[in-house]
């Protein structure tokens, strides 16, 4: 097989793995496409129209989804190189800042499990058994998860470690 096409080949499986992976995570696969390209794209930046064509999709789609990636903070609109054209590219520090907003919605479950174990407090412990569990869990993250964020925030890239 030709170098150029097995790397295109593997591009593409790239990206639709990040899609699946987002889809079992409760998002649009579309949205993961979308950011499985930006990650590996060279020019980073790349523009609504490129986007969909590589993708085979819709621009309004490519558009909405861009739009989801941006409010959870994973890429970023960039000024334009031709004038009313839309870039976006993967966004420095977006897997902080998404995981930021992954761990505030985990600090409102718990809470939320709080008061579930109120309306629990004079029942037999098997009840309250599925809450403490849910409970347990989201105190741990609440209380261990922001030290791994700041540890990343505050070390360089390249001088953590790695796993591969």
């Known amino acids: 097989m030709d170098t150029e096409v097995g790397h295109q080949l593997e591009a593409k499986h790239f990206i639709e793995d990040v899609g699946l992976f987002f889809e079992q ?50 890429i970023e609109r960039t000024a334009a190189a031709l004038p009313r054209r839309d870039y976006y590219r993967f966004k420095p520090g977006g ?25 629990l407090a004079d029942k037999p412990a098997e009840l309250r058994q599925r809450l403490l569990e849910a409970h347990d869990l989201f105190s741990l993250m609440e209380e261990r998860f922001p030290a791994i964020l ?3 925030e505050a070390t360089p890239r390249g001088q953590r470690g790695s796993t591969g």
């Open 25 to 74: 995570m409760g998002m649009p696969r579309m949205a993961g496409r979308i950011l499985g390209m930006l990650l590996i794209s060279d020019p980073p930046a790349q523009s609504i129209t490129d986007i969909a064509e590589t993708l085979q999709a819709s621009k309004s789609s490519v558009s909405t989804m861009a739009r989801l990636l941006v409010e959870r903070g994973l």
């Open 95 to 119: 897997w902080n800042q998404y995981l930021r907003h992954w761990l505030g919605l985990m600090s409102a479950l718990h809470q939320i499990t709080e008061r579930g174990l109120g309306l």
């Open 150 to 152: 700041e540890t990343l």
